[in-house]
């Protein structure tokens, strides 16, 4: 879901309130606020928070609301994956963190950390043109193990990546 704005550059929650409305009246069974096309690299620690504080709380009647919960370290993402829980969220989406380029083992390890440190519904996100890390299919099986990660979207060129996860069932 992209993040509407005013034309002053603050968040616009009644164009939030108008696309979740939207979303819930046909149909849709999950939405992704604060995603990679939400802009949420440009939004400050308080907007991110202010957008979940006020979106949870908006009707969505069974609509689940994932909330974007990548910050710059392992510390900055676990604050904002319990803060999403907190607020009412039903889940986090969790990418390595930019600029980093770290190792697949380094990025596992991250992604395992997030998920042991609350009992929460969280996605993994890999995605080498932002992060520069592309995870080997056997890395992302071993994220897909753990009980809370309940999502993985993939955005690897190798089709025959999301064959070989979709072939081990995780």
């Not at 690299?41 to 908006?58: H, V, Y």
């Not at 994956?81 to 907190?86: L, W």
């Not at 009992?119 to 592309?134: A, E, H, L, Q, S």
Request: aromatic share 8%; with cysteine.
């Amino acid at each position: 879901l992209v993040t509407p704005m005013n034309d002053d550059g603050s968040i616009d929650y009644e164009g939030f309130r108008t696309l979740l409305d939207w979303h819930r009246e046909n149909g849709t069974e999950a939405i992704l606020i604060m995603g990679s096309t939400g802009e949420v690299s440009m939004l400050s620690p308080e907007e991110k928070r202010s957008i979940i504080s006020r979106t949870a709380k908006m009707e969505r009647g069974g609509m689940l609301l994932y909330f974007g919960a990548t910050g710059n370290n392992t510390d900055a993402t676990i604050d904002l994956v319990r803060y999403a829980k907190a607020e009412g969220g039903d889940g986090a989406i969790i990418a390595a963190p930019s600029y980093i380029c770290a190792d697949n083992a380094d990025i596992v390890d991250y992604t395992l950390e997030v998920c042991d440190s609350v009992d929460f519904p969280i996605g993994f996100y890999n995605n080498p043109p932002r992060v520069k890390t592309d995870l080997h299919w056997d890395d992302i099986l071993k994220i897909a193990r753990h009980p809370n990660m309940v999502v993985l979207k993939e955005s690897t060129t190798r089709v025959g990546q999301v064959a070989q996860v979709c072939a081990a069932r995780p």
